[in-house]
Each structure stands twice: as structure tokens, then as C-alpha cells.
């Protein structure tokens, strides 16, 4: 059973930098797109950031541009966050996702895979 696990949440004032990582587990993921998404207090969930399976593409959405790097180590079935210059608005539940061939890589609709996030709290 393929299962992914976050780790690397935790407090940090504005300005700060986390660098989130998820492990994958069970079955490989080495050929799947992998996904970083959140979900804020009393907020929906929201795309955050996106690698393809190779590692050679990566998206995100406007507000992380140049403030977030995602990346992974398909040796390590790990998938990384980082995070730069985070703001109170950063704060959320951050989720890490897979998904198989995805037609829209940055639709958090697409991933059929989660892990049960971790907390990042951004205080101002």
C-alpha cells in the first residue's frame, strides 16, 4: 500500500525559512507527479507547488514564485518543500500528494495519493 508522510512543519517568525519532506512509502513513486498543496485556517485547499516524475518540471502557483523550491530524490522516494521568506499567510496544514500521469498538474483533483499533513504556523 503506497503511503506518504510528512515532516518538517513547526513554528517560525516572518522571514523565516522550513523545508518541508515527504516520504513515500510502500510501492515506488519514482513515476508519479508529486504535489505540495495547504490548506489554511477556515480555508479551502490550495495548490502550492508541483514536480513532475523525472524532477525536470516544476510548477507552482504565482504566490509561491520565487519564494518556495520544490524538489525530490527518487533514490530516497522523498519530495521536499522549501520554504523562503514565509509570511503569517503561509500559515496552513501543508499536504503532500501523488499523482499518476496528471492531465493538470497544478489541480489538487488530479492526485490520488495524500499524506495526513503537517502544521506550519507563521508568526508575524
Known amino acids: 500500500q503506497r503511503q506518504l508522510a510528512e515532516s518538517g512543519g513547526g513554528l517560525v517568525q516572518?522571514?523565516?525559512s522550513l523545508r518541508l519532506s515527504c516520504l513515500a512509502s510502500?510501492?515506488?513513486?519514482?513515476?508519479?507527479?508529486m504535489g505540495w498543496s495547504r490548506q489554511p485556517p477556515g480555508?479551502?485547499?490550495e495548490f502550492v507547488a508541483a514536480i513532475n516524475w523525472s524532477g525536470e518540471a516544476s510548477y507552482y502557483a504565482?504566490?509561491?514564485?520565487?519564494?518556495?523550491t520544490i524538489s525530490r530524490d527518487n533514490a530516497k522516494n522523498t519530495v521536499y518543500l522549501q520554504m523562503n521568506s514565509l509570511k503569517p499567510e503561509d500559515t496552513a496544514v501543508y499536504y503532500c500528494a501523488a499523482a499518476l500521469g496528471p492531465?493538470?498538474?497544478?489541480?489538487?483533483?488530479?492526485?490520488e495519493y495524500w499524506?495526513?499533513?503537517?502544521?506550519?504556523f507563521v508568526s508575524s
Open 26 to 33: 510502500g510501492r515506488t513513486f519514482s513515476n508519479y507527479a
Open 103 to 111: 492531465t493538470h498538474i497544478s489541480s489538487i483533483y488530479e492526485y
Open 115 to 120: 499524506g495526513q499533513g503537517t502544521q506550519v
Open 43 to 45: 480555508k479551502e485547499r
Open 62 to 68: 504565482d504566490s509561491e514564485k520565487g519564494r518556495f
Open 14 to 16: 516572518a522571514g523565516g
